[in-house]
Structure formats: C-alpha cells, structure tokens
C-alpha cells in the first residue's frame, strides 16, 4: 500500500510545473513590528512594490523523486520565480519522506537573485501530507520570521496545484499547472515511464559524484539527466508510432555513456579523446556540453540505433519515430540552457540575454544533422563487411570534431575574477541569514570555543550538547563556527607588531583537519600562497625549514608590495593522547626585507566522538614595506579576517585534497571594513 507522502510526490507531483506566483502585505503595521533582518524585510517590501507593476511574478519548477533514497523514498525540488524576465527567487530543496507514511522532512538551499548571486541562505522545514495524498501542509520560515503555515492542495483533475502561505502580516500565494500529460499509473505506458526514469535517476547519481569533485562532464551529464526526464514526461505525447521502440533506444544510448563513465580507461577510443580534451582546462562548461554532445552523437548514437533495431517486425523504418525526438530536443534547449548556466556559469545566461543565443550555438554544433548522419551511419554499420571500415571513419569524425573545437580563453578576466570572488561573497550571507531562533545557542557555544582555549577536556561535555542542538537548528553538521569574541587582533604602537588568534572548532573528523596544517600543503590549499616547499624537511624531533611565498592579489598580479617571500624555520609537535598536533614557525630570512617577525602557530586538538578545536596564531613586525603597515594600521583587525578567510578556505580545499567531508567554518563576521588575504 503507498503511503501519503509516496502517493503525492511520487505519483502525483513528480514532473514540471507552472503557474504564477503572489506576495501581499496586508497589514502593514504588523509588518513594521514583526521582527526579522533589514534584509528579509527589504525583500518583502520589494515582492509587495512589484505586485502594482503590471503583469504578475511567473513560477516554475520540477519535481523529481529518488524511490530508493532513504526508508521511504526522497524527492528534490527545483522552483525558481521570475519577473520581467529575470530570475528573483531559486529553491532547491531535499524532501525526505519519514517512515510514518505522512511526514516530510525538509533542506532547502535557497536563492535570492539570479544566478551567482551570493544572497543564499540554507534552512530547514517539515511538511504533512494528507487527503490520500492530495493536500500537504509545510511549516515553512518565510522572510526570516517565524515558519509559515502554507498548505497545498491538489486539483480533482491531479493537474492543478494552489497554495497559500500566511502569516499575521503577510500572505504569499502559488497557483500551478502541470506542464505535460497526467503520470501513468499502470500499463505499458507506466513501465516505459519507469524505465525512462531509472536511466534519468542514473544519470543525476553520476552528476551528483562530478559536481562533487568538479568534473568537467558535469555540464552535459547535467543535460543529458534533463533531457531523458523531458522525453519521460513527452513521451505519452508525441504520436509515435512505437512509443517501446523509443524508450529502448533511449536506454540503449544512455547506457553507452554510463558505461565509458564506469571505466574511462577501458572506454572506446572516441570517448577517452573527448575525456582527454574536457580535462585540458582551456575550456568552459559551455564548451564541456558541445564536445561531449558531438560524440555522443557521433559515436554512441549509430551503435544504439544498430541494438535497438531500426525496422519493425513488418520490415518497416522507425525514422519516422528517430525524427519524432527532435521535438523533445527542440523543447528542451531553453530549460538546459538555465539549467546548466545557474550551476555551472551563471554568465552563460547573461549573454544569451546580449544577443549571443545558446539556441544558435547548439543549433550551430549541427545537432540535428548529426542525428540525421547517425541514422546513415547506423546503416553502414549494419552492412555486411563495412563495420570494421564504419568504425574508423566515427572515430575519425569524433577525433576531427575535437581537434577543430576552439581553445580559448572561455570567459573575460573581470569574470574570472567574479568566479573567485563570488564563493566567499555567497559564504558569508549564508553565515549572516542564519535562523534568528539559533542566537542563543551560537552564544553559548562561542563562550566555550573561548573557555575551550584554555583546556579543551574542561568544557568536553557541554560542548557535546550544544553542538547536537546546533544540529537541531538546522546548522549543517559538516560546518563550523568561530565567533567574533574569540577571535583578537590588535597592533602594539611600541613594539609596531601585528597580532593575531582565531579559534575554531570543526565537527569533522580529526585526521583530514590535522593534514590542512602541514606546513608543506599551505599552497594547496590557500590560493594567496603561491609556494610552499620544504628546504629541509622535518627532522626527527620535526625542526625543519620552508620556503613560502604569499600573492596578496593571486592571480591578478605578480609584483606588487604585498607580494612576500620569507624562509621560516618549522617545528611539528604530536601528542597521541588526547590526539594534538602544533605546527609553530618563525622567521629565518626575509626574502624581500619585508618583515622583521613573521612567527606564530597552528594547533589542532581532537574531542572524540564530536570533533577538534584548531587555533591559529600569527604575529608580525613589518621591515620595510610602507603599503603593508599602513593597511594594518588602518584596521588591525583586518589580519584576524586574513586568518579567518585562510582556515576558510583550506577547509573547503580539504574536501577535495584529503577525500574527506567538507569542513567549513560558519564566521560571523564583524561588520568593520577589512583587507582580504
């Protein structure tokens, strides 16, 4: 028997959606006096300034369920909200589905803006779905405040959906229609639906794994996910003659792909080309997505029409049905043009708005005459003795196909730029859109980040229990927090030295955070140090000596007075129990005259069972270098936001440099200006 919760999501709502979307303000005064952030509020006083402009806020979104994620299945949902044509509003969020047959647990990333922009933030709601599964009630925090109470009720005809959100001051309402025929419930067609399915969800699997080490195939088996949904929920729709014949096809193609991606090395010449060329770096995502598309078509789509069978039964051609899928391509280039600009190069977007259309571009790549040529080639294949001759000439073709694709530059600088500047931008509205209801217990668990410094087996036990609640609050296990109270920095006019501590504690593994310190790893995992590189590794009492070279303004310019060389002497200090690790240093020689002291240390100490506490300490006293004391002076604090951006970034580096989960820290930041590192 289906539960609710499976009977809504997963055969009801699953697919695309469209419709129109509303906010009002309908007592102001109550609006005035609700708490909430000046920036949630700003956004709500922004929705109710559009709602008297003409015309209304457009929403669309997709559905897409995992049967086999979690005890009862999970569902993801991609919303997005647009008005005059740009995107104001993006929800992705992960729709848990519980045991009891009704609740939902909810994540949701969302946001504010178009694409790349760094207004984001991530929460946590619950739904309940009842009704047999046509009505779903969310607890939902909307504008900073409160959760919303918002229920969703399903339309007799199961393709309408209409929605209400309200609060004591507000109300924002959805109404939505399905965008393609009803779901099958049963039948051939419900199989051929399922089938679709599974290679789609095969797919997102693999994307998932890319997106999570950066693979550059990320873009196109982004698409390729997207377009198999589009021909699942077309398929009932597009009139062919032998709609089992499509689905085989379409499995038959998709499994080539899936197969070179399960063993790269072992895939067919055509593909390990293709691999060879998205792993050069002289490309973009844009140009990631054509490369990989040409040979799919070139090389896969010949042999999956010579498996899948290209006459019936009667000896007739299925042509008429391999044409039949240029409808679904056709409609599916704008939303794979969304799709892969918002998570791979939210500019790609712009410049089809300034007249550089991605319509064009593929339509260019010679898609649909390639497909035409695969029909030819399938038949080539297929004639006896020309198979052998037939493969060389794909191969060649493929080959051809990547050697003229252009290398290039693949975005302006000012947008390299962006790229580098915009993660640290989204990070740190993420940190300050964080739930008001969280305030107290970041307090208390900055005071025993602060008291932990000075004993960390003191203060073990609350520490325990304020991290669970952090969990509770929706704070994502993997992060960190490191409050602005522990965090000193200050400049001794006497002694003219710059002093700096950051405490923060990881609830991550020991091991991976207590590799993020080795000295000889620092230009791994921090971009503004351009080299690191022992001169005489550690010794057996861990004295050794490096070499570090630090770019302030890495990668933009090379000579500049906060460009820095120094040799520093090393010291390793290990403890096996409880396990610590202290990396100190000091200055041996300053390369350039820049610094007079350049010391400090990292420390790393573990709390078993809920994770480690790592200090870093730094104090300098500038030579000659007047650019340098001048910032400082001007805002000591800014080597505490120096220190803070490094630990930042080497625990997100750490995610892909160790294998490990990402440890990254949650920072409130203080709010007076300060010079990056």
């Not at 959606?17 to 920036?39: K, T, V």
């Not at 995992?66 to 929800?91: C, I, K, Q, S």
């Not at 708005?353 to 297929?382: K, V």
């Not at 969990?471 to 522990?486: F, M, R």
Request: with cysteine; net charge neutral; charged share 30%.
């Amino acid at each position: 028997m289906r539960h609710d919760h499976q009977v809504y999501y997963q055969e009801i709502a699953e697919g695309l959606w469209r419709g129109r979307f509303d906010f009002e303000i309908f007592d102001l005064l109550a609006f005035l006096r609700a708490d909430g952030r000046a920036f949630d509020k700003g956004l709500a006083l922004l929705l109710e300034g559009l709602r008297h402009l003409p015309g209304h806020a457009e929403m669309s979104g997709e559905i897409r369920c995992a049967p086999e994620e979690g005890t009862d299945g999970v569902a993801y949902v991609d919303v997005g909200v647009r008005r005059f044509g740009w995107e104001l509003f993006h929800l992705e969020g992960r729709y848990a589905l519980q045991p009891d047959g009704r609740s939902v647990a909810i994540e949701i990333d969302e946001r504010f803006g178009p694409p790349g922009s760094p207004l984001r933030r991530n929460k946590r709601a619950r739904a309940v779905i009842d009704q047999e599964g046509r009505r779903a009630t969310y607890e939902m925090p909307l504008f900073g405040a409160l959760p919303w109470t918002g229920v969703y009720q399903i339309g007799a005809d199961r393709r309408q959906l209409s929605a209400a959100y309200r609060s004591a001051w507000g109300e924002a309402r959805e109404l939505m229609e399905r965008c393609h025929s009803d779901l099958p419930q049963g039948g051939p067609a419900r199989s051929r639906w399922e089938q679709l399915l599974a290679l789609a969800r095969a797919l997102e699997v693999q994307q998932a794994r890319q997106e999570h080490t950066q693979d550059p195939k990320a873009p196109f088996t982004c698409a390729y996910a997207l377009v198999t949904r589009r021909l699942a929920y077309r398929l009932e729709e597009l009139g062919a003659d032998d709609p089992d014949w499509i689905v085989r096809l379409g499995t038959h193609f998709g499994q080539r792909y899936l197969d070179a991606l399960a063993d790269p090395h072992q895939a067919s010449r055509a593909w390990r080309r293709v691999f060879s060329a998205l792993e050069e770096g002289q490309r973009g995502p844009l140009d990631h997505l054509l490369l990989a598309i040409g040979a799919h078509v070139i090389w896969d789509l010949p042999h999956a029409l010579l498996s899948a069978g290209r006459v019936d039964d009667q000896g007739r051609s299925r042509i008429g049905d391999f044409h039949r899928l240029n409808q679904v391509l056709a409609e599916a280039i704008d939303p794979l043009q969304d799709r892969v600009a918002a998570r791979y190069g939210p500019w790609l977007g712009y410049w089809d708005r300034l007249g550089r259309n991605w319509d064009e571009r593929l339509s260019r790549s010679g898609l649909i005459t390639a497909r035409a040529l695969a029909w030819y080639n399938a038949e080539r294949l297929a004639e006896v003795g020309q198979e052998a001759q037939t493969q060389r000439v794909l191969e060649r073709a493929v080959e051809d196909w990547v050697n003229n694709f252009p290398r290039r530059p693949w975005r302006p600088r000012s947008l390299q730029r962006w790229a580098q500047v915009r993660p640290p931008l989204a990070r740190w509205w993420e940190r300050r859109l964080l739930a008001p209801e969280g305030q107290a217990t970041i307090s208390r668990f900055q005071k025993l980040v602060r008291d932990a410094r000075r004993g960390l087996n003191s203060v073990a036990e609350p520490l325990r229990q304020v991290v669970a609640e952090l969990s509770e609050l929706g704070v994502p296990w993997e992060n960190a927090l490191i409050g602005p109270e522990q965090r000193e920095s200050d400049w001794d006019p006497k002694t003219q030295t710059f002093h700096a501590v950051v405490p923060a504690f990881y609830r991550a593994p020991y091991e991976p955070l207590a590799a993020l310190i080795e000295p000889d790893r620092w230009d791994e995992l921090i971009d503004n140090v351009v080299e690191a590189r022992y001169l005489e590794p550690p010794d057996a009492t861990g004295r050794g000596r490096l070499r570090e070279v630090v770019n302030i303004l890495a990668p933009f310019l090379d000579h500049h007075p906060l460009h820095f060389s120094n040799e520093l002497f090393i010291e390793i200090e290990r403890h096996e129990s409880p396990r610590r690790k202290v990396v100190r240093y000091r200055l041996a020689k300053s390369l350039d005259g820049s610094f007079e002291v350049d010391e400090g240390q990292l420390s790393i100490e573990e709390l078993p069972g809920v994770g480690a506490l790592v200090i870093v300490e730094k104090r300098i006293k500038i030579a000659h270098n007047p650019v340098l004391s001048v910032l400082l002076r001007l805002n000591p604090k800014a080597l505490t936001w120096l220190l803070t951006a490094w630990m930042d970034e080497a625990a997100r580096k750490g995610q892909r440099v160790t294998g490990e989960p990402r440890s990254e820290p949650v920072v409130f930041q203080s709010r007076s200006p300060a010079m990056g590192k």
